[in-house]
């Protein structure tokens, strides 16, 4: 299910429900938002510290369910990832939500969030915060793919092949996001339904080796055997280790060698500055081509 997509005049509510943020970017954020006719709030405690919280958990969950539950506002942007949503997601009440669905915008820790919202039915956005928000020019493509996104305009992605890739076209929900904190949910009743998915990863700052142990839990755990598609972001801020005798492209490909679903490489999402939205929880074709690679839904 899509939320309503956004018209002019419209309220999205910047919060701040993991690590804390610098107050800059709430403010760059609500001036582009701003610019594209919306009303542009904040959470209480959007700009507060708490170590490296962006507040006290009481406070994170206080935000984010006023968030999720006032009917006059119609999106909700994270304004950073980085630690903190897998203390309190237990402690919020969707039924509101689940009622009167609305955009959630966010990645990276945030990928707890799109778990739960997934399963719900219900389709959120892996994509831009405020910092992105703030710094990248107006024209910038991953900035004009989230307006056109959240006010009615899903977009159509094509790019390169890449060396790795497995041919192929499959449809299926496309689900996932930062690799490791998805796999802090496994076992949970945030972990995601598999079947007959399209799986979305990408990370930042994992060795190789921990990469290898997360990925092989997907492969021995059935994860990757359910699939109908894979769909691997951006690794970044890591360095290959020849001991591993593997790149972590080669290993994600040996693990999902005994199947035969499409699998692309190098999609342009995930903990770089060309970081295109994505939306979660809704069907997508997916084209794996000899030159080229196309995501539609």
């Known amino acids: ?143 004009l ?29 496309i689900i996932g996001g930062n690799l490791s904190v998805f796999m802090g949910m496994r076992g949970t009743g945030y972990d995601l339904d598999y079947a007959n998915a399209i799986l979305f990863i990408e990370d930042i700052g994992e060795d190789p080796y921990k990469i290898d142990r997360m990925i092989q839990n997907l492969r021995f755990g059935g994860v990757l055997s359910q699939l109908s598609g894979l769909v691997v972001g951006q690794f970044s801020d890591y360095t290959e280790d020849p001991l591993m005798m593997q790149t972590v492209h080669e290993i994600i490909s040996k693990a999902v060698s005994d199947y035969n679903y499409p699998v692309c490489f190098n999609f342009p999402a995930g903990h770089v500055e060309y970081n295109l939205p994505l939306v979660l929880g809704t069907n997508v074709l997916l084209e794996v081509g000899q030159d080229q690679v196309r995501l539609k839904y």
């Open 145 to 173: 793919n989230l307006k056109s996104i959240i006010f009615g305009n899903l977009s159509q992605f094509t790019f390169a092949a890449n060396p790795f890739n497995r041919l192929g076209t499959s449809i299926g929900k």
């Open 1 to 143: 299910m899509l939320p309503a997509f956004l018209k002019p005049k419209d309220q999205i509510r910047i919060i701040s429900p993991s690590g804390a943020i610098d107050p800059q970017y709430i403010d760059g954020a609500k001036k582009t938002l701003t610019s594209w006719g919306l009303q542009a709030s904040e959470g209480k405690f959007a700009r507060s510290s708490y170590g490296r919280f962006a507040a006290t958990p009481e406070q994170r969950i206080a935000d984010l369910q006023q968030a999720l539950d006032d009917t006059e506002v119609k999106a909700i942007l994270c304004s950073r990832g980085g630690y903190g949503l897998a203390q309190i997601i237990d402690q919020l009440d969707f039924s509101t939500f689940e009622k009167n669905p609305k955009w959630l915008i966010g990645f990276s820790d945030i990928t707890i969030l799109h778990n739960a919202i997934t399963n719900l039915g219900i389709a959120s956005i892996h994509g831009p915060m405020a910092k992105p928000l703030t710094e990248l020019a107006t024209d910038a493509e991953q900035l």
